[in-house]
């Protein structure tokens, strides 16, 4: 059963930059679409970015400038780095496998999600 | 801005049917999606590609779209189905658009 773990600092000060690490347990990295997606409070969620096993990668265009995307397929792992974070930046971020094709694009497996808080 | 539009709420009895609305101009062109979330709880993909429903979903669970409008309806609502659902579509600009979610109080 494959299982995915978000893990990262809790609190992150302003204009600094939030690392997050998403473990893939249970499976292999390989194929997928593996992405990061964040919800703050009375917001609709929003997703951040997604890179394929091979690196390729793309963002939200409103996120585009501040955010980089990594993989470990030897550690079935992937990463977030979202610099020169603000309050605005707080929110419980997911990392979640997607399933892509032409005109569909959806997530099949989540993890559970690790609130992170932007404050000094 | 939220691309997606769905009603804040709903509330149903055990037993009725429960039929969650979102609304978009572009999901004429593009598959929805639909999730589940309880709290603490990851969430669960209970509806893809407008109307399939992943394996270990119960058949209660069933999606439709007609244009710019999906549903997600839940028949027979248990009080197990008491969650938030948010609906989520591809868009080209974007790449991926969530509504802003409906809470389930059954």
């Known amino acids: 059963q494959v299982q995915l773990q978000e893990s990262g600092p809790g609190l992150v000060k302003p204009s600094e930059t939030l690392s997050l690490t998403c473990t893939v347990s249970g499976g292999s990295i390989s194929s997928y679409y593996w992405s990061w997606i964040r919800q703050s409070p009375g917001k609709a969620p929003e997703w951040i970015a997604y890179i394929y096993y091979d690196g390729s990668s793309n963002s939200n265009p409103s996120l585009k400038s501040r955010v980089t995307m990594s993989v470990d397929t030897s550690k079935n792992q992937f990463s977030l780095k979202l610099t020169s974070v603000t309050a605005a930046d707080t929110a419980l971020y997911y990392c979640?496998?997607?399933?892509?094709?032409?005109?569909?694009?959806?997530?099949?497996?989540w993890g559970r999600g690790t609130l992170v808080s932007v404050s000094s | 801005s939220n691309e997606l539009t769905q009603p804040p709420s709903l509330s149903v009895s055990p037993g009725q049917t429960a039929s969650i609305t979102c609304s978009g101009d572009k999901l004429g062109k593009t598959y929805v999606s639909w999730y589940q979330r309880k709290p603490g709880q990851s969430p669960v993909l209970v509806i893809y590609q407008d109307a399939r429903r992943p394996s270990g979903i119960p058949e209660r669970f069933s999606g439709s779209k007609s244009g710019n409008s999906a549903s997600l309806t839940i028949s027979g609502t248990q009080a197990m189905d008491e969650a938030e659902y948010f609906c989520?579509?591809?868009?080209?600009?974007?790449?991926?658009?969530f509504g802003g979610g409906t809470k389930l109080t059954v």
């Open positions: 989520q579509a591809w868009d080209r600009s974007t790449v991926v658009v």
């Open positions: 979640a496998r997607g399933e892509v094709g032409a005109t569909s694009w959806y997530f099949d497996l």
